[in-house]
T-cell receptor
Framework: DQQVKQNSPSLSVQEGRISILNCDYT??????FLWYKKYPAEGPTFLIS?????DKNEDGRFTVFLNKSAKHLSLHIVPSQPGDSAVYFC???????????FGKGITLSVRP | DGGITQSPKYLFRKEGQNVTLSCEQN?????MYWYRQDPGQGLRLIYY???????QKGDIAEGYSVSREKKESFPLTVTSAQKNPTAFYLC???????????????FGPGTRLTVL
């Protein structure tokens, strides 16, 4: 039973346009959400996070939106750059446990 | 400079042999984790440890074992009981719940294990 779902396996966007990566979760105990970026044959790197007490967190070109009632979050990248091409993982955890639950990832391709 | 080290980058073993993957961190983190990545499967948690001398099973612990005798080290043994051991293994660490804070996980570069 997948508690964190990234239903689209891939996304392709033009350089300079917006990339929107979606993530849904089913466990209402999750209260902290993270996005990681991963290149092939490397470990994931932390990108941005959001606590359940917020509905938006912004860091440069990256913004994460959280809709708790819909159990949905999204990562917006504006403007998209070719270097953003990677696999993006959504992850979630409960406050009482350090364990993260990851989605299956989405492969983003930014076309020059 | 601080970080997480996994060695070796690539590892080959014959079927039926146990193999131990190393993970070392000098970030002074309390918590450490082992994940496995397979194509189309994302990251699946094998074992995690929130403090020295303690660890818990993750979602796919069967066929694996760990130890946490030192804060900076969390080795993973892939035993011959693991049915599909060929995968990309990732180690991570975080400050830990006991220390408070965001508790983001930081990952090592990974070890690609191939069992022949």
């Amino acid at each position: 039973d997948q508690q964190v779902k990234q239903n689209s396996p891939s996304l392709s966007v033009q350089e300079g346009r917006i990339s929107i990566l979606n993530c849904d979760y089913t466990n209402s105990m999750f209260d902290y959400f993270l996005w990681y970026k991963k290149y092939p044959a490397e470990g994931p790197t932390f990108l941005i996070s959001i606590s359940s007490i917020k509905d938006k967190n912004e860091d440069g070109r990256f913004t994460v939106f959280l809709n708790k009632s819909a159990k949905h979050l999204s990562l917006h990248i504006v403007p998209s750059q070719p270097g953003d091409s990677a696999v993006y993982f959504c992850a979630a955890r409960s406050d009482w446990n350090s364990k993260l639950t990851f989605g299956k990832g989405i492969t983003l391709s930014v076309r020059p | 400079d601080g970080g997480i080290t996994q060695s070796p980058k690539y590892l080959f073993r014959k079927e039926g042999q146990n193999v131990t993957l190393s993970c070392e961190q000098n970030l002074n983190h309390d918590a450490m984790y082992w994940y496995r990545q397979d194509p189309g499967q994302g990251l699946r948690l094998i074992y995690y440890s929130q403090i020295v001398n303690d660890f818990q099973k993750g979602d796919i612990a069967e066929g694996y074992s760990v130890s946490r005798e030192k804060k900076e080290s969390f080795p993973l043994t892939v035993t011959s009981a693991q049915k599909n051991p060929t995968a990309f293994y990732l180690c991570a660490s975080s400050i830990g719940i006991l220390a408070g804070g965001d508790n983001e996980q930081f990952f090592g570069p990974g070890t690609r294990l191939t069992v022949l």
